[in-house]
């Protein structure tokens, strides 16, 4: 888990230093997708809190099952 973390944050710190040097010039020649980071948060955030439910409903439906 911990290498995965740094990796992440690695990604992170390269990707503002790559905005940081071209958001000074002119705004057509880049833009830093900042909406691709987000969706992908978002997405990965609710893939997440989906696995929890499904975890949670199927643990559910076994006690009922050995009941």
Do not use: N
């Not at 997405?43 to 439906?61: F, Q």
Request: net charge positive.
């Amino acid at each position: 888990m911990k290498p995965k973390v740094i990796v992440a944050m690695s990604l992170v710190v390269a990707g503002v230093m790559t905005y940081l040097m071209f958001s000074g010039l002119d705004e057509d020649f880049y833009h830093f997708p900042w909406e691709l980071f987000a969706g992908f948060g978002m997405m990965s955030w609710l893939i997440r809190e989906g696995l929890k439910l499904v975890r949670d409903v199927k643990r559910d439906v076994k006690k009922e099952f050995e009941k």
